[in-house]
């Protein structure tokens, strides 16, 4: 038997960053590239993306990749994954229309390295032929992707539910999926988000009767938030502003670019003179009025922030606008989002969620659908992915009840992002780790943000600063006027402000101190003032604040 490595870079233990590197012979491929988004505990960090050190290292750059659909936790580091791979990107329609202007935004000309695949089509790369499998989830042009290789074939789900009854008509190949069980599967990865709901996860259909009562209701302007990838949901919105008599209007980038993206590829009917620009909301009657925004997530710049606040250029909100939250809430966006909430009530909106009515539905597969997958591949082996370590969990103990008694066994195998997972004449096993974990982006300066950055933006955050400034005669050595400290993040209150005053006396005495060589060494007396002025504000308040020296020669 050939040797076939699979090893995870992200989304095992964590919800995105979703990304694999299969290796066989000579040749690499590897399945989505995304990101996940940082928290509040990472100061001044947009993004977090794989550790891409594994691919770096290997001694033949990978020779594809490929993208299952076009969710950001799945293509948001196309661009930091692109110079790594010396080959094409392989996907569907929409999924490259959503990569390309990510790949222009860093600079990069995809040239003819973009190629469009559709489901059931095949491909050869190197030593291995790869297959695209239709699955459905909540966005047009999803695949699943068989690897065939010289060991065997396996199969990534990528994100799925099983719709029966999708928007565009496009089902789930569960007759495929069944041919390559029959045939023979060696291992197959899929996707856990879910394993913790019961049963089967709704149509994309399944908001309709929610939506029809509101727009039946709403007297004033009606607003509606999802993911920007919602084309699905963008669809059933379009077609009930057309029963109900009103404009469409798109509000925030990402919901423009997604919209005109899926309109040109056929993926979005808006039927002529539907469609209005956010320019015309305001121009426009209230109750013939329909905004589909970004924001669902209470991202502080996004569309929908903007409009609560009152700051957007073009949308304002009355207090008979309904706004609706189409998307379930990110786990750590709460709180942002809840803001929001609070903002748009106090403009007198009424607010919808997803606890009030039914406006959401998951686009990952619940328990028994993912029963249905794995009972119609039956592999050799079954690696759950995509998901926090408990849905891991979970997922290989149902799994494992599903294959009790199947012949031959199912070996149910949990592995974490840079396990090197191995099969060979031994069988599958886990023959070692590769560097994995996550590197942090700040999108608005120069990349990647250390250890050290973000170890001094926390300091920043949770101690303030201080700069002291002293101006010392370079001839002399003798300090010119008073010395002065510039607070920034201390409390406002008597006992700062003598502390203030006393280490600028501290100041003084430091420097008369010391010897007219450390005193016209900037370098030396610049520590001398911030071991000092550290040391004094520990003692009298517990803080250690960030202490930065400014000294000006005269």
Request: net charge negative; proline share 6%.
């Amino acid at each position: 038997m050939s040797t076939l490595d699979v090893v995870p870079l992200g989304g095992l233990g964590e919800f995105g960053m979703n990304s694999m590197a299969i290796s066989t012979g000579e040749t690499t491929v590897v399945i989505d590239a995304g990101v996940m988004f940082a928290g509040p505990e990472l100061p001044g960090v947009d993004l977090l993306i794989p550790d891409l050190t594994y691919l770096q290292q290997l001694p033949r750059k990978p020779a594809a990749l490929l993208l299952t659909h076009g969710h950001e936790d799945h293509i948001g580091a196309v661009p930091y994954v692109w110079p790594l791979v010396d080959g094409p990107i392989y996907a569907t329609p929409l999924t490259l229309a959503l990569v390309r202007p990510k790949l222009e935004e860093h600079g990069i000309d995809p040239g003819d390295r973009l190629i469009a695949v559709s489901p059931r089509q095949r491909v050869r790369i190197g030593d291995c032929e790869v297959e695209f499998l239709r699955v459905t989830h909540s966005m047009p042009d999803c695949v699943a992707i068989a690897v065939h290789t010289p060991a065997g074939t396996i199969i990534h789900t990528g994100d799925f539910k099983i719709d029966q009854t999708p928007i565009d008509g496009q089902h789930f190949d569960l007759h495929r999926f069944a041919e390559l069980g029959g045939a023979g599967v060696l291992a197959l990865f899929a996707d856990s988000t879910n394993i913790d709901r019961k049963g089967f996860t709704g149509s994309e259909r399944d908001v309709l009767e929610a939506f029809e009562e509101i727009f039946t209701s709403a007297p004033g302007k009606l607003i509606v938030t999802a993911f920007a990838s919602s084309v699905y949901r963008m669809q059933i919105l379009v077609d009930l502003a057309g029963r109900f008599g009103r404009k469409v209007a798109f509000v925030g980038r990402g919901m423009v670019e997604t919209s005109q993206a899926a309109q040109r590829l056929g993926y979005l009917s808006l039927p002529a003179g539907r469609m209005i620009r956010d320019t015309d909301v305001a121009t426009t009657p209230p109750g013939e009025v329909l905004c589909i925004t970004t924001g669902s997530q209470g991202e502080p710049f996004s569309a929908l922030s903007r409009i609560a606040i009152d700051d957007h250029r073009y949308v304002k909100v009355a207090p008979d606008d309904t706004v609706v939250f189409s998307a379930r809430a990110i786990p750590g966006n709460e709180k942002a989002i809840g803001q929001v909430y609070n903002h748009l009530a106090r403009r007198g909106a009424e607010v919808i969620y997803e606890g009030i009515k039914h406006v959401h539905v998951s686009g990952h597969g619940s328990e028994e659908e993912l029963k249905l997958v794995l009972s119609l591949v039956r592999p050799r082996y079954f690696i759950p992915i995509h998901g926090e370590y408990r849905q891991l969990s979970q997922h290989a103990r149902i799994a494992e009840r599903v294959t009790a008694g199947v012949e031959p066994p199912v070996k149910v195998m949990l592995v974490e992002n840079g396990d090197l997972l191995r099969f060979d004449d031994a069988g599958a096993h886990v023959a070692g780790k590769v560097p994995a974990g996550r590197v942090l982006i700040d999108s608005t300066g120069s990349g990647e943000v250390v250890d050290e950055v973000l170890r001094d933006r926390r300091h920043l955050a949770e101690d303030g600063l201080l700069v002291p400034v002293v101006a010392i005669n370079k001839q002399t050595g003798e300090i010119e006027g008073d010395p002065d400290v510039v607070g920034r993040g201390l409390a406002q209150d008597a006992e700062s402000a003598e502390m203030l005053r006393d280490s600028a006396r501290l100041l003084s005495e430091v420097i008369h101190s010391a010897s007219i060589e450390e005193r016209t060494d900037q370098g030396l007396i610049k520590e001398k003032l911030r071991v000092e002025l550290r040391r004094f504000f520990r003692k009298r308040s517990g803080r250690r604040p960030f202490v930065l020296p400014v000294i000006m020669e005269i």
